[in-house]
């Protein structure tokens, strides 16, 4: 079975602090997809971004990078010098090769304050 | 390019009732699936259309169902509604499907169903 864990429920900063947040996954398919969403109040998912198993680089767009790591099954997000409209939910979700749905994790409450 | 389009955005519905909610998909994409989202369950998936055909459905019961028409515009309908359905229902499209070739899905804001 797939699973997606995101072990912090909320997490708040002080405006440009730095902040990761943890996504850990479970799978047997040795390929599959990851994904973050970005939530927020208005209810939409915002696509992020989405990373292939088979492809371990590290990526970075603007305030966003990403770290994958298969060795741990972690896909963790860090946003540089967080701004207030970064605040938002934001998900995890893994789906596989094999035309599954997308298993979303719990999903991280950020608040940044300013 | 247009997003996806959901309607209506907000509805109040009395248990016993039923409800249908559109999702127009972004142009060329004919993969719909929905998504149901609570505060206690999180994000679970409900069904998943591809070319007016059903391709994968979630562990929901058989009052909530769904179609897609020849434009990759998608319905669901939640029958008999009860209290436990007031959620954040989300339509996401593809090009292809999820997790085909890692198809990039999108959502669009979703339809706020409140039950009373």
């Known amino acids: 079975a797939q699973k997606v864990t995101q072990a912090q429920t909320e997490i708040s900063v002080v405006e440009k602090e730095d902040v990761t947040l943890d996504c850990v996954y479970e799978?047997?398919?040795?390929?599959?997809?990851l994904f973050w969403y970005k939530q927020p109040p208005s209810g939409e998912l915002v696509f992020l971004i989405r990373?292939?198993?088979?492809?371990?680089q590290n990526e970075i767009s603007g305030r966003y990078s990403w770290n994958f790591q298969k060795s741990t099954s972690s896909f963790n997000f860090t946003i540089t010098a967080s701004q207030v409209v970064d605040s938002a939910v934001y998900f995890c979700a893994l789906a596989s090769a094999l035309s599954t749905p997308l298993v979303f994790g719990k999903g991280t409450r950020l608040s940044v304050i300013a | 390019k247009a997003g996806v389009t959901q309607t209506p955005r907000y509805l109040i519905k009395t248990r016993g009732q039923q409800v249908t909610l559109s999702c127009s998909p972004i142009?060329?994409?004919?993969?719909v699936s929905w998504y149901q989202q609570t505060p206690g369950q999180g994000l679970q998936f409900l069904f998943e259309?591809?070319?007016?055909?059903?391709?994968n459905k979630g562990n929901f019961p058989g009052r909530f169902s769904g179609r897609q028409f020849s434009n990759s515009r998608s319905e669901m309908n939640v029958s008999t509604l009860e209290l436990g359905d007031s959620a954040l229902y989300l339509c996401a499209s593809s090009l292809e499907g999820q997790g085909i070739s890692g198809n990039t899905i999108y959502f669009g804001e979703g339809s706020w169903l409140t039950v009373v």
């Open positions: 259309y591809f070319s007016e055909t059903q391709r």
């Open positions: 799978t047997r398919d040795t390929t599959y997809y």
């Open positions: 142009s060329g994409h004919r993969s």
């Open positions: 990373r292939n198993s088979f492809d371990e």
